[in-house]
């Protein structure tokens, strides 16, 4: 059974580029989530859907960052304008029904790179 | 809000030592815990969680105490292996369904 798959795993924008990052979720999962990983914050969660419908959307990342699900297994994750400090690996996640104790799967992640 | 801290963002050890990396949570709730582990190159996987009926979870060697007195979840092994070098997050579930991490713990484990 295959995981969490991401696209591309590394991406290189000049600022002010568009990007969009793609995942796809395990085969089943209701719920998924994109999360911005760095050295001094840990993961910083960007969206959260469930049922594809969008739960948390990460409040200080509202304004160039949009995250989708058209459909159940794929999601993609718009930054618009890059920035530099935008520059951290994204990644992406998802979880089966279940209790508040259920495993979260990740995917290897993209790592963003703005010049 | 919900927050999960580790405090060490970084740790060294020597092979054999024992190894302890520190979480506390948020004390408002009683959130399910969770140790996820992250090797180089590799997606963050879980390494154990809580049970709700206060057993200690244990896995490759590892395991976790919960103590709700002290809000804590810290992490702990007898004896460190070269293997065990890799980042760590503790996190959190605390009722919302979404996941609260910590800022992680880098552990590198020298000869």
């Known amino acids: 059974d295959a995981g969490v798959t991401q696209t591309p795993r590394h991406e290189v924008a000049e600022k002010g580029q568009t990007i969009i990052l793609k995942c796809e979720p395990v085969?089943?999962?209701?719920?998924l989530f994109w999360y911005r990983q760095t050295k001094i914050q840990g993961l910083e969660l960007l969206s959260y859907?469930?049922?594809?419908?969008?739960?948390?959307d990460g409040g200080a990342f509202k304004d160039r960052f949009k995250a989708e699900m058209l459909n159940s297994s794929f999601s993609t994750l718009k930054i618009q304008p890059t920035e530099p400090k935008d520059s951290a690996v994204y990644l992406c996640?998802?979880?089966?029904?279940?209790?508040?104790?259920?495993?979260?799967?990740f995917g290897k992640g993209t790592r963003l790179t703005v010049v | 809000g919900d927050s999960v801290t580790q405090t060490e963002g970084l740790v060294t050890l020597t092979e054999g030592l024992p190894v302890m990396l520190n979480c506390t949570y948020q004390?408002?709730?009683?959130?399910?815990l969770f140790w996820y582990v992250q090797h180089l190159n590799e997606a963050p996987k879980l390494l154990l969680k809580?049970?709700?009926?206060?057993k200690r979870p244990e896995h490759q060697g590892f395991h976790a105490t919960l103590h709700k007195s002290s809000s804590s979840f810290h992490l702990q092994k007898s004896s460190a292996q070269l293997s065990d070098s890799a980042l760590y997050y503790c996190?959190?579930?605390?009722?919302?369904?979404?996941?609260?991490f910590g800022a992680g713990t880098k552990l590198t484990i020298k000869p």
């Open positions: 809580s049970f709700t009926d206060n």
């Open positions: 996190a959190a579930n605390y009722g919302n369904e979404k996941i609260t």
């Open positions: 996640a998802s979880r089966g029904q279940g209790a508040g104790d259920t495993e979260v799967f």
């Open positions: 085969s089943g999962h209701n719920d």
């Open positions: 859907f469930r049922s594809k419908s969008l739960m948390e």
């Open positions: 004390s408002t709730y009683s959130p399910f």
